[in-house]
């Protein structure tokens, strides 16, 4: 088991510039959630996938965010035409509806600094 | 929605001391609560959860109480060790109430003094 990856780690952009980051699930989790953690406060949740299916998103995600879970595998998060305000640590987690699927379990997070 | 708080934003105890954080929340459909560390540039780490339909849950040094009646729980850490520190969240979800995004305070940032 080697947990939620996500890369790239850290990713610095110029503002308007568009971004992904892609998230690799744990085996077998087929829940997916991206949140976000901006400096000194929880993460806020933005999306979640159940498979493939996009269950559930958050007033947070503008429709300059979108993400993807093709084939129900890993997952990617694109930011269009990105402002400063996005500068934040971008983290993803995962879960099994095998039990007790409310144990969510999160990755190192992707650093997006905006300049 | 959901709303949780989270007190203190800091705690600095002494090694060997016990540090306790709590939390409130607001939905009273509320039912998983789960505790997470973040270490410096990490990602957060389940540490311990609890369940509404218990009141009390500890694994080794760390425990768990949940008052379901005043909507609070909280964080008990015993015989405080350096690598305890780090920031801690709180957490709430309403599983099984068609909803799938945790809710999260804004964290206890825990130093403990050797």
């Known amino acids: 088991d080697t947990g939620v990856s996500q890369n790239p780690r850290h990713k610095i952009t110029k503002r308007g510039q568009n971004v992904t980051f892609r998230c690799d699930p744990i085996s077998e989790h087929n829940r997916l959630y991206w949140y976000r953690q901006t400096l000194g406060q929880g993460p806020e949740f933005l999306t979640y996938?159940?498979?493939?299916?996009?269950?559930?998103k958050s007033r947070l995600l503008s429709d300059r965010f979108s993400a993807e879970r093709p084939k129900g595998s890993f997952s990617t998060l694109e930011i269009q035409r990105t402002e400063q305000g996005d500068s934040a640590m971008y983290l993803c987690?995962?879960?099994?509806?095998?039990?007790?699927?409310?144990?969510?379990?999160f990755g190192p997070g992707t650093r997006l600094t905006v300049t | 929605g959901e709303n949780v708080e989270q007190h203190p934003s800091t705690l600095s105890v002494q090694e060997g001391d016990s540090a306790v954080i709590k939390c409130t929340y607001s939905d009273s459909a509320s039912n998983y609560f789960p505790w997470y560390k973040q270490e410096l540039g990490k990602g957060p780490q389940l540490i311990i959860d609890i369940r509404s339909n218990v009141g009390e849950k500890k694994d080794q040094r760390i425990a768990v109480t949940l008052n379901k009646t005043a909507k609070h729980f909280s964080l008990h850490i015993t015989e405080t060790q350096p690598e305890d520190s780090a920031v801690y969240f709180c957490?709430?979800?309403?599983?099984?109430?068609?909803?799938?995004?945790?809710?999260f305070g804004k964290g206890t940032k825990l130093s403990v003094i050797p």
């Open positions: 987690a995962s879960s099994s509806d095998r039990g007790r699927w409310d144990e969510q379990y």
């Open positions: 996938f159940q498979n493939e299916a996009q269950l559930e």
């Open positions: 957490a709430a979800i309403a599983s099984g109430a068609g909803s799938y995004q945790l809710t």
